[in-house]
Structure formats: structure tokens, C-alpha cells
């Protein structure tokens, strides 16, 4: 084809057409390339932003079956608080639980002792423990049902320490020292309101 | 030599073919205008439709991101609790039967010829890292040299002292006069550390 051939309109006309091909070529990279940033970032939003819905959409599905289950946590440590010692008064308490017993068993308590330690409210929460000792001179037997008393009466006590030694009173009669401990605090957690 | 003159204009001239070059060219001009249209109305319609999308995800989440928090509280409050209750059952017992039974099973287990002096039974805390460990001890002295170790052995078969201290060893042993001798008899197990 000869370009001298055509007139001068048909000039413009062929490099209209050549312009319009190559913009027809940059819109179609545009548009259907998705290589502009900004595009980039929104479909990303999109696809992140779909994601979470999704996530959401899971945990509100179990939310219900959580509901249940936080429920039974929670009766179950409120029922378990009425064992860990009052804070207001730990040691009337804890000396009420131990004297009403060492009384059914017939053992006769010499003292009864708060135990702090240097440090311990510095502890977490969780670790902090409330202990008492006690000293009694009694027989092995009762000392056994003592503290069967003591144990089976209360789920969070925890026998620290048992120390007997002989005693120059007789052969019947031992020197004995217990040391007890509860968790100091009982921390329920109650989830949401809503 | 031959002379050509040619007396028509260049609009004037015709070309063989179905098609003239000027409708090639105006049909192509149509075409890519077209094309180019239909390009554009596609982009369009994806970035609308995509615009929805995005609208209506957002106030999906919107609508469910609350309640999923709530959920999400509401577990990690249940994991919390359930981590109390789990720390608190270990701790009561750590595994092993009450002091009342292990100091039952002793005095079973305790010979005649045994006389005690002194019995430990309780929880060693040494540090805030370390495990507590459990642990029994008695002394005292006995008629015949082999009756520390045939005790021993008796308390170690014993279940619940087992579960309680692990093995029982023998840690010292002394004569005190004839056939009285004197005795240190102790075990000694980790919370974590399954009995064998």
C-alpha cells in the first residue's frame, strides 16, 4: 500500500486509527490487568476484609455452645468458692474449720498459727496461698481421723506438711505438727454482658 | 517512449477490491471505538459490582463483628476458668490419695520391731519454678539389722505410698548397740512425674 496514495484525509484517519489502538491497548492493561496499585489495595481490602467476616461468622456459630460451657465454669468455681478461706477474716475461718473438727475427733489443739512469708504479694494472684499451722499432742489414730475430717471436708485444703515426732509423754501420745494451706483467692472470670 | 498522464484527482481514483481503503479505514476506526466501549463498560461494571461487594462485606461485619467479640471474650474467659479449675484440681491432691490414707498405710506397713522417732509426710516447695515434690520420711530404730530394708521394700509394693512418694530408699542406717540399729527411710517424687 502506497502512503503517498491516499489523501490527506485518509492520512489522519489512518493515524487516528493507530492512535486510538494503542490507547484501546493501555485501557485493556488498565482494566482487565489489574496492575494499578490502588486497585491492588482494594481487592486486597476486599479479600481481607471477607476473611475476617468469615472468622467472625465461625465464632458466632459457636458463640452459644461458649455461652454453655462458661456457664459451667462458672457454677462449678462459684460452688468451689464457698472452700477458699474469707478474705476479710482468713484466719477466723480457717481456725473455725479446724477447731470444729480437732472437737468432734477429741484431739485438743495447742495452737493455731498464720503463716505469711516475705514476698508472697509479690506472687501472682493465682499462686497466692493462705497456710496455717497447728501443734497438737495426740495419738496416731486420732491424728489419722483428724485429719480425715479435715481433708474430706473441704476439696481446695491441702495437707503441706505433717511432722510427728515421739513425745516424752508416752508412747501413746506423739508431738505432732500440720501445716495447711487453701488457694488464696478464687478468680472467676464472666465473660461478656452481651 | 511512452507518456502517462493521469488526469484524475486522488479522491477521484477507485481501487479493485470489495471495499474501498476509506470504509477499511472508518470500519477499523469503528471497531476499536466499539471495542474500546465495551472494555470500559466491563471495567466499569466490575469496579460497581466490586464497590457492592466491598459495601455489603463491610456491613456484615459490622453487623457480626460485636458479637463476635463477645464470643471471643466469652472464650477466653471459659479458657481462664477451666485453667482455675484444672490448676485447682492438681493442687488439691496432686494425684495421690490424702494424707489421712498414706499415714493409714504406713502404720500397716510399720513392724514390730520398729520404733519411730519421727514421720514426715508432706509437699517440699523450693522455688517458683520448681515442681513441688512430695515427699515421706521416717526414722527411728529397729530390732534387727535387716528390718529397715524389708520395710523398705513392703512400703515401696504399697500402692498409695508409691503414688504419694515413688520409691522409698534407705538413706542411712547405723548401729546403736547390739542389735539395735537406727534408720533414715525416705522417697521422694515430683508432682509432674508419674509414678512407675
Redesign the interface.
Known sequence: MNWSAFTKKQQMMVIGTVVLAVAQGFLLIHFLGGNSPDEDISEQELAQLEEKVEQARLMFARSEEIKKSLAETITELEDLRTYVPNRSDRYAWAYEYVSRRAVKTGLELDRVDEIMYVGDETKELEKQVYEISLSTQCGYNKLVEFLWRIESGNPLLRVKDVDISKSPDGPDQQQVKVVLQWPAVLKIERGSNE | MNLRIDFLK??E?RYQGIVS??VM??S??GV??G??LI??S??MI?KAS?AA??RR??Q??ER???????????????N???K??D??HA???GGSA???AI??EV?QEIPDQME????????L?DG?DEPPVYILRLS?RIFGEMVAVDTKRKLTENEVIHDFCGNIRLVSSGRESGDIWTFVLEGRRAQEETPQ
Open positions: 486522488k479522491s481514483r481503503t476509506k479505514v472508518l477499523s476506526i476499536l471505538l471495542t474500546s472494555v470500559v466491563m471495567a466490575t466490586q461487594s466491598y462485606t463491610n456484615e461485619w457480626l463483628s460485636p458479637l463476635a467479640a463477645a464470643a471471643r471474650q466469652n472464650e477466653a474467659a471459659m481462664k476458668n477451666q482455675t479449675l490448676r485447682i493442687w488439691g491432691k490424702p494424707t489421712y499415714l493409714r502404720q519411730l522417732r519421727n514421720l514426715q509426710a508432706g509437699i516447695e517458683a527411728g
